[in-house]
């Protein structure tokens, strides 16, 4: 049986739709970059490193609008309906950004490190919609470093920037840490023992300044994260109150002529 031309392009191309070039029915098609393939296999890491503590929801498509994943927290086997939302980049590790450690942070006890590279930064218009959420939100970047030797596997680490003190209190970007945030395939999520410190610190604090920041001190239970560190019930917290004053006392007095009006 003969095949022609056009049968012959086309079986090319459907057999083949990861090559640098894909013509179908003699029409080009998008690429299946290096560049994609690095970015599955972040998005991959990232959902296998924080499964143990959180449901992943993956925003994908047309539905991926400044988000990667919506993730509720999980601790043992209880979700919580603590909410939080991260963007997740990858990158290849070059000796220009290498991670640089500058040492351990007191407050949740991880390293923390300068990641120098344009493409992290994140644009004005991503972070209006981020601050529209009213949720902790967290840039993860996955360093992906190149097998040496005999290694056939590359070497994947995982860090996060905290992106509320920026959404809420107008801090530059480029001047916070990113946080190391796995020893291998184990994702910290308390750092030196369990109940302190790592990622579930950093999240809770993360809570109260966006409650803080809506005018209110309403305190979230944090045993709901597994987080021993902090009394259980009604704790205010002076420094973030100083961060918020005139938002939580601009609530106060509404709040309060509201109430001399109809209780009275």
């Known amino acids: 049986m003969r095949i022609s031309k056009s049968e012959r392009i086309h079986l090319r191309s459907s057999s083949n739709p990861f090559g640098s070039k894909i ?11 290096i560049q994609a393939r690095i970015g599955i296999k972040g998005e991959a890491f990232f959902e296998a490193l924080i499964a143990d503590y959180s449901l992943p929801h993956h925003v994908v498509g047309p539905k991926d609008i400044g988000i990667d994943y919506i993730c509720e927290w999980v601790y043992g086997e209880a979700p919580t309906g603590v909410l939080f939302a991260a963007q997740v980049k990858t990158f290849t590790v070059e000796n220009a950004n290498k991670p640089e450690l500058k040492g351990t942070e007191v407050l949740n006890g991880l390293e923390k490190y300068v990641i120098r590279n344009s493409h992290l930064k994140v644009d004005e218009r991503t972070l209006r919609y981020w601050k529209g959420l009213g949720l902790p939100m967290y840039l993860f970047v996955v360093a992906r470093t190149k097998a040496s030797g005999q290694s056939e ?36 999520a308390f750092a030196k023992e369990p109940g302190w410190q790592g990622f ?18 309403a305190y979230v239970n944090p045993r709901m994260l597994g987080l021993t560190q902090f009394p259980e019930e009604g704790t205010v917290f002076p420094e973030l109150f100083r961060d918020y004053k005139e938002r939580i006392c601009d609530t106060y007095s509404k709040v309060k002529q509201f109430l001399d009006i109809h209780c009275g």
């Open 23 to 33: 013509l179908l029915n003699g029409e080009d098609h998008k690429k299946y970059t």
């Open 153 to 188: 596997d590359d070497v994947l680490d995982c860090y996060y920037k905290r992106f509320t003190p920026v959404l809420t209190m107008e801090e530059k970007q480029e001047g916070l840490w990113f946080y190391k945030v796995n020893r291998g395939l184990k994702f910290i």
């Open 200 to 217: 579930a610190r950093d999240l809770f604090i993360d809570l109260m300044r966006w409650s803080y920041y809506k005018g209110n001190i």
